[in-house]
T-cell receptor, first 114, second 114 residues
Framework: NAGVTQTPKFRVLKTGQSMTLLCAQDMNHEYMYWYRQDPGMGLRLIHYSVGEGTTAKGEVPDGYNVSRLKKQNFLLGLESAAPSQTSVYFC?????????????FGQGTRLTVV | GENVEQHPSTLSVQEGDSAVIKCTYSDSASNYFPWYKQELGKRPQLIIDIHSNVGEKKDQRIAVTLNKTAKHFSLHITETQPEDSAVYFCAASLANFGNEKLTFGTGTRLTIIP
């Protein structure tokens, strides 16, 4: 069982370039999330999805777009990368449940924008 | 929105001693409070969680306490071991059917001194 898998693991972009981060989960989870992790700032929610075909903004959505065309995949796009988007990005997924439930994280993507 | 504050940001304890990490939250409607452990270069993983209808929960050497009136919750690790060294994150959310708005604290770097 692979769990949550992120592609790629590392990437270096030039300012203004675009890229897409892929998150795939094989646990049939309804909820999926994208976080960014910066030193001293914890994990901040960028966008999330409560089901196939739906997305919503999180705490820091500016400069990012997302899509969830298939239940198992959640894509994070950067249309025009900026140095401020240098970060470690984590995808996570969880079941839909009556109350909070464990979020399973991917291994992370380290992105550097130069 | 929810704001979660976590203290201390760094904590060093002698092996075998206890460690306590404290978090406060701002939204009295929050009902789910997980704790995640992140080892160096790894993904965050859930170690314990508590729902708002419970005041305390234990799992071997780890316990979490919740004070809804004061809006704070704490992680207690007893008989610390070298493998407890990691960054610990608290989080809070108003979870209806999932972790739609899981807000993380800024993390505590715990170092166990042999």
């Amino acid at each position: 069982n692979a769990g949550v898998t992120q592609t790629p693991k590392f990437r270096v972009l030039k300012t203004g370039q675009s890229m897409t981060l892929l998150c795939a989960q094989d646990m049939n989870h309804e909820y999926m999330y994208w976080y960014r992790q910066d030193p001293g700032m914890g994990l901040r929610l960028i966008h999330y999805s409560v089901g196939e075909g739906t997305t919503a903004k999180g705490e820091v959505p500016d400069g990012y777009n997302v899509s969830r065309l298939k239940k198992q995949n959640f894509l994070l796009g950067l249309e025009s990368a900026a140095p401020s988007q240098t970060s470690v990005y984590f995808c996570a997924s969880s079941y839909r449940a009556p109350a909070g439930t464990e979020a399973f994280f991917g291994q992370g993507t380290r992105l550097t924008v130069v | 929105g929810e704001n979660v504050e976590q203290h201390p940001s760094t904590l060093s304890v002698q092996e075998g001693d206890s460690a306590v990490i404290k978090c406060t939250y701002s939204d009295s409607a929050s009902n789910y409070f997980p704790w995640y452990k992140q080892e160096l270069g790894k993904r965050p993983q859930l170690i314990i969680d508590i729902h708002s209808n419970v005041g305390e929960k234990k799992d071997q050497r780890i316990a979490v306490t919740l004070n809804k009136t004061a809006k704070h919750f704490s992680l207690h690790i007893t008989e610390t071991q070298p493998e407890d060294s990691a960054v610990y994150f608290c989080a809070a959310s108003l979870a209806n059917f999932g972790n739609e708005k899981l807000t993380f604290g800024t993390g505590t770097r715990l170092t166990i001194i042999p």
